[in-house]
């Protein structure tokens, strides 16, 4: 008998581990969460979390309460008779009848409220004090594409907003269902081809927020992140002049040989203005019919982001990577340029970093990875 209840105690102990484990891999100090909310569309939804976790512990404690009462209070003990046996109480039948169904009323009211608050129908007017901007948001497999239609904009990976702005954001795909989620600004919405969907969320903090897909849309689901990244007003101005600018022709005998093989193995998926584009354009407007499409000039609508600008970027192939050129990792003179360059690494091997993405470049020799990192990395 001892060693049995020996072996049970081990069994409730691993469980008890393997149920805290479970629930402890989703933390992690980089991951969004929403409870620390930056906007009211997110703080709408947390406060309703909380609503309905309060609600729950409240019931949970009552119910569990009166259950190790009943349990203490009239347990067997030696000598006692059998207990009374009736059958059917009607107040009772009634109160715990009532009381949950006036409970989940509670909860739909507030669930409701919620989603009126954050529906497309509902979204803020612009002001002097809360603009208003639109960006269109298209799912790629696996990256983000954001366009800024009043800026003629387009960009990958980081969607540039500033502060206290309600963002208007048409989301499109072309390929499968996915679901554009930042955690800390707003919720879930799908991202369904042929149906455009819409959603909207402001900022009021700056400071950059990390988004995801939240719905499974093949191989590399998990490695399709984007940032959100919030700005002051003037900053953010700054940027959008910036980005307008075509890309500028590279001085650098390295970065020019860089400029002539983008050329030549690179510009048909990818697009710089400037070098194969005349200018930035909508892929939602413009390529809904992939492939086959036309665009400004291109053949067809390029399947990889815009480079024209990536040397200002932060994440490298859907947030896979990030862009590390601090400390000189992404110095083309660097002798460990294919170990410490994420872009390099991305280079020498993108089905090795993210297998099943769409980049077949084919070998390239550490020659021709050094005149790429050195022409990509000064395309600010």
Not at 79 to 103: A, S, Y
Not at 140 to 146: A, K, L, N, S
Not at 205 to 210: A, N
Not at 292 to 312: D, M, V
């Amino acid at each position: 008998m001892p060693v049995f209840r020996r072996a049970k105690r081990w069994l409730a102990l691993l469980s008890l581990l393997s149920l805290s484990s479970i629930l402890l891999a989703a933390c992690g100090e980089n991951s969004p969460s929403i409870l620390d909310t930056a906007g009211p569309v997110a703080a709408s939804e947390s406060s309703l979390f909380w609503l309905i976790l309060g609600i729950s512990i409240v019931i949970f404690v009552l119910v569990e309460g009166i259950l190790i009462f009943s349990i203490i209070r009239y347990r067997e003990r030696p000598g006692m008779p059998n207990p009374f046996q009736n059958h059917g109480n009607l107040k009772l039948e009634l109160v715990w009848t009532v009381i949950p169904t006036l409970v989940l009323f509670v909860i739909l009211f507030f669930t409701i409220r919620g989603l009126l608050y954050v529906a497309p129908e509902n979204e803020p007017a612009a002001s002097a004090s809360q603009p208003r901007m639109e960006v269109t948001a298209v799912g790629h497999q696996w990256w983000w594409e954001f366009y800024y239609p009043n800026y003629h904009v387009t960009t990958a990976d980081t969607l540039e907003v500033p502060v206290n702005t309600t963002v208007h954001v048409k989301l499109f795909s072309n390929n499968v269902i996915h679901s554009f989620w930042v955690p800390a600004l707003t919720g879930k919405t799908d991202v369904v081809p042929g149906h455009d969907n819409t959603k909207w969320f402001v900022a009021q903090k700056e400071g950059t927020y990390t988004g995801i897909c939240a719905e499974y849309c093949g191989t590399q689901h998990a490695n399709m992140r984007f940032n959100v990244k919030v700005v002051n007003n003037n900053d953010f101005q700054t940027w959008v002049s910036s980005q307008q600018q075509a890309a500028t022709a590279p001085t650098d005998p390295l970065a020019q040989k860089g400029a002539a093989l983008f050329k030549n193995q690179c510009a048909s998926c990818h697009g710089i203005v400037g070098v194969n584009l005349k200018q930035f354009y909508d892929t939602a407007q413009e390529c809904s019919d992939l492939p086959g499409g036309k665009a400004n000039g291109t053949p067809q609508c390029l399947i990889g982001p815009n480079l024209t600008h990536f040397g200002s970027r932060n994440l490298i192939a859907g947030g896979v990577l990030d862009n590390n050129t601090e400390n000189g990792n992404c110095d083309p003179n660097n002798p460990k340029l294919t170990q410490q360059c994420n872009l390099a690494k991305w280079l020498k091997d993108p089905q090795g970093v993210k297998p099943g993405n769409d980049m077949n470049i084919g070998e390239l020799t550490n020659d021709q990875i050094q005149q790429l990192v050195a022409y990509l990395e000064g395309l600010k």
